[in-house]
Nanobody, 128 residues
Framework: QVQLVESGGGLVQAGASLRLSCTAA????????MGWFRQAPGKEREFVAV????????YYLDSVRGRFTISRDNAKNTVNLQMNSLKPEDTAVYYC?????????????????????WGQGTQVTVSS
């Protein structure tokens, strides 16, 4: 059974940092592109960041580019999201997602429907 488990969320002040982690089990981790999405109450699930299988390519939502960094450790089956300079508008449930990829060269997936597996989410709350 495939399982993705996020951790590291919490309540922080604006300007603070958080590091989210997602640990995967039940899959060959290095064959999956990994992404982070977030969803605020009443809003659609929003793409945040994605990283290629080897970690060599990344892409970010414009509003987080320069503040957030996605990384992965294939030896530990983990993907991380380092979030710096957090803003109240970053408040959301953050989800880890995995997409099986056979060949390289395709655009990194930026839409929720493209992903195969999802974690349960972790709450990030940023206060003013």
């Amino acid at each position: 059974q495939v399982q993705l488990v996020e951790s590291g969320g919490g309540l922080v002040q604006a300007g603070a940092s958080l590091r989210l982690s997602c640990t995967a089990a039940g899959l060959t981790f290095s064959t999956y592109v990994m992404g982070w999405f977030r969803q605020a109450p009443g809003k659609e699930r929003e793409f945040v960041a994605v990283i290629s299988r080897s970690g060599g390519m990344t892409y970010y939502l414009d509003s987080v580019r320069g503040r957030f960094t996605i990384s992965r450790d294939n030896a530990k089956n983990t993907v991380n999201l380092q979030m710096n300079s957090l803003k109240p508008e970053d408040t959301a449930v953050y989800y880890c997602a995995a997409k099986r990829t056979v060949f390289g060269g395709s655009p990194l997936p930026r839409h929720a429907y493209e992903y195969d597996y999802w974690g349960q989410g972790t709450q990030v709350t940023v206060s003013s």
